[in-house]
């Protein structure tokens, strides 16, 4: 494992990569947590060394205001997060190891994983939003944000949310996200991950995102929260299977491979 900084703009980001050993040449996946996360929840962890175990390589990078990176909490907000993004996935194409990028998420991070694939749609293989936060731009734009309403008319230049406080820039950019833009320019595999009893983000947003795909599959985690707290080795079972089919030749969008666009379990 190699710990270091990716700067962005002068702000530093904090990242860790984690390689197979034994492996010269080796796909590799950029791997963002959610929003008051960090890169060494359970369920980021856990999902990265699965990854490692199949024979990727994966980079996991604190984002703004979050972690060890550098910045506030306060003033994050989505439009830094996909500058972050950008940028990692920059860093990302000059290692020389690398023989293609995959990029994953949770949570806020799950959102920003499709927003970024939209945009460097030339650069991902496949994307894999694990409960995906699409309920942000919406909510911020309907007035509440994950249980907080405001004005979504007059945005204050901070707001509450339960002990912390955002910038309104939070809440104005995130008015302006076009999540299903970002869908329609993705038109590789995507594996949504989501559990239906989620408390922070209705399964139904994936359920949508994935008949607007193109070519995506929903594994839905029967009785799971938002973070998988009960179901967890299901979860990291999903990403192994997604991801082995690259790893035996079967998985090139090239050859016609498609995981459906309606949910189901596996």
């Known amino acids: 494992m190699k710990e270091f900084y990716i700067a962005d703009d002068g702000i530093q980001l904090h990242a860790k990569l984690d390689v197979p050993e034994e492996k010269e040449k080796c796909p590799l996946v950029i791997v963002f947590h959610g929003l008051t ?13 699965a990854m490692n175990e199949i024979g990727f390589a994966t980079l996991r990078v604190e984002l703004y205001g979050h972690g060890k990176s550098g910045g506030t909490f306060e003033q994050h907000n989505l439009m830094k997060w996909i500058n972050n993004a950008m940028t990692v996935t920059d860093y ?18 799950g959102l920003l994983t499709m927003l970024a694939a939209g945009m460097r749609a030339d650069d991902f293989k496949a994307a894999i939003p694990m409960s995906p936060a699409i309920v942000i ?8 944000l994950l249980g907080q309403p405001f ?6 230049d901070m707001v509450e949310w339960g002990d912390r406080h955002l910038s309104g820039n939070y809440l104005r950019t995130a008015q302006l996200l076009d ?19 989620d408390e922070a983000v ?15 599959k929903l594994v839905q985690i029967p009785g799971d929260t938002h973070c998988y707290d ?4 299901q979860v990291t079972a999903a990403v192994k299977k997604f991801l082995a089919r690259w790893r035996t030749g079967k998985g090139d969008i090239t050859t016609g491979l498609t995981f459906g666009s309606q949910p189901c379990c596996s």
């Open 37 to 49: 996360g960090n890169m060494e929840e359970r369920h980021i962890t856990a999902v990265s060394s």
């Open 92 to 109: 990302a194409k000059t290692l020389d190891f690398v023989t293609d990028l995959y990029i994953c998420g949770h949570s806020q991070g």
């Open 137 to 144: 731009p919406d909510g911020a734009r309907k007035g509440n």
């Open 151 to 156: 004005d979504p008319e007059h945005i204050p």
């Open 179 to 197: 999540v299903d833009e970002a869908i329609r320019k993705y038109e590789k595999p995507v594996l949504l991950i989501h559990g239906d009893a």
């Open 202 to 216: 209705p399964i139904e947003y994936s359920i949508d995102a994935a008949k607007k795909y193109k070519n995506a």
């Open 230 to 233: 009960e179901h967890l080795d």
